[in-house]
Structures are given as C-alpha cells and as structure tokens.
C-alpha cells in the first residue's frame, strides 16, 4: 500500500500518526487504522442531521439522486468501510481523501448525505482516490463486488462523479490536512445507524458473484 504523499511543512504534526495514515510501503494493517471509525463517526453524525435539512430545503432546486438507491442498506457505515479497507488493500490516506470528493460532491450539486446514497458515494470515492493516489489498486469488477453493486452501476457512478468534479482530483496539502483535523475531533467509538430493509437479502443476491470474499447476504448493499 502506498500513502499520500504529504508535504514536509505539515509532516510534523501528529494527526496522521494518530488517524494510522503513516503506513510503511509495501506494509499491511493487521487493524482498521483510526480514520475508519473517526470518518463512520462523521457521515453517521450527518445522516441523523438529515430530517432536520432536509425539511429547510424542500422548496430549493431538485438534489441530485445519482447515487441514491430504491432502499437504505442493511450494512452501518461503520461495517461497510471495514469491508472496503479489508478487501481494496488501498492505503488509509485514500478514506481521507474519499472524505474530500464526498465533500465536494455534496457543495456542486447541492445535495444531502442521506441513507439512500451514502454506500454508494463512498465505494465510488475510495476507488477513485486509490486509482489517483496508490501505486497499485483493483479494477472496477472488484469494488463494485466489494461494495455489493454491479460493474456496470459502479462505473457509471463513477463517471459521475469525475464530471461533477470537473475531473480535478489532485488534492494540495492543506485540504488534506485540514480535513485530517477534521476527522479527528469524532469520537472514535463512534456510534451505529442500522435500517432495516425488506427482503433486502433476495433482492441484492444477484449482485454478488459466487467466491465474492464474505459476501454474506447480511452484507450486501441495498438496490
């Protein structure tokens, strides 16, 4: 796995020590470093803010429903980034940076975080921050079996994504630190948001290929 390349000037601080980002090349986590729980934290803490905005913009323009699915996934966040890190192999820096697209995303098409399109922002992000800034990473076949959606739902997703981002994906050092500190300040223990879906098991069967690694029917992302 390869890290980020981070500028000297902001090498001193100890935030990428304590979010496990400091990863010596070639070198493999025995554990989910700590930017896992810290950005599971995050995105949890905005979807209970959902209701609350959501009602504020009911009377602004349409939000973009790219990524949003037909049901909430049965997977918490916390158990889908696990999955991703465990079977992508891509380097910590890469949830970090998937933090800044998701960020991003949200401001240009002035949309909410909701249930609906979490998972799916957050597979598509990791595989584009891996593809941009690790040496070597998986093709599009195997996220979209890691994060329980079609190849072909996965790169269209994707393609969304690199146009609404207008393509720019190189991220400077300070956004990246400043969303590092920004990581940090959630709680690491970090709490679970689960949605219970009809017959969520049967109808996302298909979507995982017999030898997918765990791919239990508990963990298959919603359609």
Known sequence: MASLPVDQGFIDSDVYLRLGLLVDHGKRLKKPPSVLSRLASSLERSLLLYDDDHNKLLQSPQQDSAFD???????TI?????RIFKYSCCSPSCFVVAHIYIHLFLQRT????????????LITCVMLAAKVFDDRYFNNAHYARVGGV????????????????????QVDPQTFLTHCCELEKHNTDGFQIEWPIKDACRANKETWHKGTPDSLCSQTTAR
Request: charge should be positive; charged fraction near 25%.
């Open 69 to 75: 699915g037909a049901s909430p996934p049965e997977i």
């Open 78 to 82: 916390s158990h889908y980034l696990d």
């Open 150 to 169: 079609s190849t072909r739902e996965l790169n269209r997703l994707e393609m969304k994504l690199l146009f609404t981002l207008d393509f720019k994906l």
């Open 110 to 121: 002035r949309s909410l975080l909701n249930p609906l399109n979490v998972h799916r922002l």
